[in-house]
C-alpha cells in the first residue's frame, strides 16, 4: 500500500521567511497529492492540491511543486506570517478510484517568529 | 451544507465505560472515514466506508473499537470498553471519492477523555 513521508516534523521560521516542507511518496499510482493545514484545536482542512499531470501549482504565497519520478512533492510557503503557523499535512491518493482513502504524512508543526 | 457534524464534541468518561461517538457527513457524499489524532501518533485513519460499506479497517487498534454506517447520512464509532490510552481526538471526515478533487471535509472532532 501507499507510505507517505514528510519532513522535517517541526519548522521554526522567521516572519517574512520562506518555508519549504518536503514529502515522499511509495505508490507510483498516486495521482493526487493534496494538502491540508491545521490550526491548533481545529480541524485538518485542504489549503492546495495537485495532480500527477502537473508538476506546480501557485496559490498566492502558496506554491506545490511534483516530482513524478523521484515520487516526491513539497509544499512552498513564502512571506510567511503568523497566521501561517499550524500543523501542515501532506498526503497521497488515487483519483477516480473505488479505494478513494487519503494516506497522510505524519505532519510538520510550523512556528512563525515574530 | 452544515458540513460534517459529530456528537459529542467533548466525552468524559472512566475507564470500562462504552463510548460512542457520531457522524453525519456531507450529503451526496459516499465515502466516509474515522481518524484519530493524538499528539504521540499523529492523524491515524481507522475505518473507511464506501457506500456505507466498510472498505478498509486495517486501522482499527482492536476488537474494542467497532463502526457502522447503517445509511448514507450517519454512522458510528464504538468503544467497548474503553481505556485510557483512547484518549484522543476522533475526526470523522467525508468525501466525494469519484470527483475531480478527492477533498475530505473534516468533521469538528469530538475529544474524548478516559479515566
Known amino acids: 500500500g501507499e507510505n507517505v513521508e514528510q519532513h522535517p516534523s517541526t519548522l521554526s521560521v522567521q516572519e517574512g521567511d520562506s518555508a519549504v516542507i518536503k514529502c515522499t511518496y511509495s505508490?507510483?499510482?498516486?495521482?493526487?497529492f493534496p494538502w491540508y493545514k491545521q490550526e491548533l484545536g481545529k480541524r485538518p482542512q485542504l489549503i492546495i492540491d495537485?495532480?500527477?499531470?502537473?508538476g506546480e501549482k501557485k496559490d498566492q504565497r502558496i506554491a506545490v511543486t511534483l516530482n513524478k519520478t523521484a515520487k516526491h512533492f513539497s509544499l512552498h510557503i513564502t512571506e510567511t506570517q503568523p497566521e501561517d503557523s499550524a500543523v501542515y499535512f501532506c498526503?497521497?491518493?488515487?483519483?477516480?478510484?473505488?479505494?478513494?482513502?487519503?494516506?497522510f504524512g505524519s505532519g510538520t508543526r510550523l512556528s512563525i517568529r515574530p | 451544507d452544515a458540513g460534517v457534524i459529530q456528537s459529542p464534541r467533548h466525552e468524559v468518561t472512566e475507564m470500562g465505560q462504552e463510548v460512542t461517538l457520531r457522524c453525519k457527513p456531507i450529503?451526496?457524499?459516499?465515502?466516509l472515514f474515522w481518524y484519530r489524532q493524538t499528539m504521540m501518533r499523529g492523524l491515524e485513519l481507522l475505518i473507511y466506508?464506501?457506500?456505507?460499506?466498510?472498505?478498509?479497517d486495517s486501522g482499527m487498534p482492536e476488537d474494542r473499537f467497532s463502526a457502522k454506517m447503517p445509511n448514507a447520512s450517519f454512522s458510528t464509532l464504538k468503544i467497548q470498553p474503553s481505556e485510557p490510552r483512547d484518549s484522543a481526538v476522533y475526526f470523522c471526515a467525508s468525501s466525494f471519492g469519484l470527483g475531480p478533487r478527492n477533498e475530505q471535509f473534516f468533521g469538528p472532532g469530538t475529544r474524548l477523555t478516559v479515566l
Open positions: 450529503s451526496g457524499h459516499n465515502s
Open positions: 505508490d507510483s499510482a498516486s495521482n493526487y
Open positions: 495537485i495532480r500527477s499531470n502537473v
Open positions: 498526503a497521497a491518493s488515487i483519483l477516480y478510484s473505488s479505494a478513494s482513502k487519503i494516506i
Open positions: 466506508f464506501n457506500n456505507n460499506v466498510p472498505i478498509d
